[in-house]
């Protein structure tokens, strides 16, 4: 009897963070600050409840699939009462997060009217998901992300200055590079989805003996170059007149790796 089947409470948060920073002062006109950052999470993925849908649904399909209201529950007599402080679901909604970042602010005073500003950072990101979208105990709609792994490196350079007492200007440079990498599993159960008895268990129309509706493994590659300046020019007490402007170019990389149930790999890439 699915209806028998216990509850659980959801969305459990067990986050930790810790933060340290160091001020360097090696002369009178330069500083260093630098600042670490840590956070761990053995949290869950946002709570999912079962609310049963009162119009037929179009799925993006070729062709169409129409389900009926309330499907796929209420076509095999499982729909869950409406409770909406626990969740019914077939794996344990996890969100795991492990967060690293390194900051350093650096300034060297050249003279009263210039100054050299440096901002550095690092951050390395990994995270494990699972996500059970069906709300139900039965595998219907469920991605699995078992791995992703970013990191991103930054610096900019700032000069800031005046030109006598009617002017400020600052002009500098910025680098972004970034690397995501990514392993997602889907499992999507043809059954449920259609209604149809005789393909429960299919979780592919392609490979009906396959666990999974198939994976994917995606490396993503982010550049960002930029130059900018901008400059205030006090025309009097009351009126400021502000003139700047940015260059950036942004090159992204895309490639991916989609394994088939059958161990076949389709490869892409894109740029961008």
Not at 181 to 205: D, E, F, K, M
Request: charged share 20%; with cysteine.
């Amino acid at each position: 009897d699915l209806h028998s089947f216990p509850t659980r409470r959801s969305s459990d948060l067990e986050p930790g963070s810790g933060s340290g920073t160091l001020l360097f002062t090696p002369t009178t006109n330069i500083e260093l600050l630098l600042t670490y950052d840590h956070v761990r999470d053995r949290g869950e993925s946002p709570p999912i409840y079962p609310i049963l849908q009162s119009a037929p649904t179009v799925l993006p399909t070729h062709p169409a699939i129409v389900l009926p209201p309330e499907t796929p529950c209420a076509a095999y007599d499982f729909c869950p009462p409406r409770d909406f402080r626990h969740s019914r679901i077939d794996s344990e909604n996890i969100a795991h997060n492990d967060l690293d970042a390194i900051t350093l602010n650096a300034s060297w005073t050249i003279n009263d009217n210039l100054k050299l500003v440096s901002v550095t950072g690092y951050r390395d990101s990994r995270e494990s998901i699972v996500n059970d979208f069906d709300a139900t105990e039965l595998l219907i709609f469920r991605a699995d992300i078992p791995t992703s792994d970013q990191d991103q490196f930054s610096q900019e350079l700032r000069l800031v200055g005046q030109f006598g007492s009617r002017a400020d200007f600052v002009v500098g440079a910025f680098y972004f590079d970034a690397n995501i990498q990514s392993h997602v599993i889907r499992h999507t159960n043809l059954g449920y989805i259609t209604g149809n008895p005789a393909l429960l268990g299919v979780l592919s129309p392609i490979y009906p003996g396959a666990t999974n509706s198939g994976a994917a493994r995606y490396d993503y590659d982010s550049k960002s170059y930029a130059a900018f300046a901008q400059t205030d020019i006090h025309m009097t007490d009351n009126l400021t007149l502000t003139v700047g402007g940015r260059y950036t170019i942004d090159e992204k990389d895309i490639y991916f790796r989609r394994y088939n149930p059958d161990d076949t790999v389709k490869i892409g890439r894109a740029h961008v």
